[in-house]
T-cell receptor
Framework: ETGVTQTPRHLVMGMTNKKSLKCEQH?????MYWYKQSAKKPLELMFV???????ENNSVPSRFSPECPNSSHLFLHLHTLQPEDSALYLC???????????????FGNGTRLTVT | SQKIEQNSEALNIQEGKTATLTCNYT??????LQWYRQDPGRGPVFLLL?????KEKRKERLKVTFDTTLKQSLFHITASQPADSATYLC??????????FGAGTRLFVKA
């Protein structure tokens, strides 16, 4: 069991649906991330939150909407997705300090999303 | 833009041999580089970090080298076992909170 828990593990949704992915970290970290992983492609960074503040938005379409109510929880709200958005969505966390910006990422096991 | 390249073809080796995976990067001079392991259906797991002033880093059967002149890192698994079969990802921090990844190399260790 990892210190980062993602739910649901699998999700099938139609293009007109609205759904949310949830991530919770039990590691006491202050930074949380959303990555997208498509087959045969590198992980793509989507969003970063540090102490609940969004610090990165990697030109992600507005049909993906992140929410970070506190340092332990991260959501990804989905609406009017396209079939090409089908992928594995990974949440990660890390402990960042001013003098230590090389902290490794701790990943959850992802949500496998299929858009029909 | 920064780019990381890893061998896209799977690596097949016999149990007991040394597996060597390559990571090349361009357009960046990272202070350090990370390696992760990913099993099917699971998230990546951090293995090792090597800093630019470290030529080599070891952890049990794992060894990582970092050549900032060649812009290359090599990842070695000695005395490989079938349980080492997985995808191995190379990653580097590009600034701020951005960590970028290579597409990974799939390793198969045959008994």
């Amino acid at each position: 069991e990892t210190g980062v828990t993602q739910t649901p593990r699998h999700l099938v949704m139609g293009m007109t649906n609205k759904k949310s992915l949830k991530c919770e970290q039990h590691l006491g970290h202050n930074a949380m991330y959303w990555y997208k992983q498509s087959a045969k492609k590198p992980l793509e960074l989507m969003f970063v939150y540090n102490f609940k503040e969004q610090t990165e938005n990697n030109s992600v379409p507005s049909r993906f909407s992140p929410e970070c109510p506190n340092s332990s929880h991260l959501f990804l709200h989905l609406h009017t997705l396209q079939p090409e958005d089908s992928a594995l969505y990974l949440c990660a966390s890390s402990q960042e300090t001013m003098d230590r910006r090389n902290s490794p990422l701790h990943f959850g096991n992802g949500t496998r999303l299929t858009v029909t | 833009s920064q780019k990381i390249e890893q061998n896209s073809e799977a690596l097949n080796i016999q149990e007991g041999k040394t597996a060597t995976l390559t990571c090349n990067y361009t357009n960046y001079s990272p202070a350090y580089l990370q390696w992760y392991r990913q099993d099917p259906g699971r998230g990546p797991v951090f293995l090792l970090l090597i800093r630019e002033n470290e030529k080599e880093k070891r952890k049990e059967r794992l060894k990582v080298t970092f050549d900032t002149t060649l812009k290359q890192s090599l990842f070695h698994i000695t005395a490989s076992q079938p349980a080492d079969s997985a995808t191995y990802l190379c990653a580097l921090r590009t600034g701020g909170f951005k960590t970028i990844f290579g597409a990974g190399t799939r390793l198969f260790v045959k008994a």
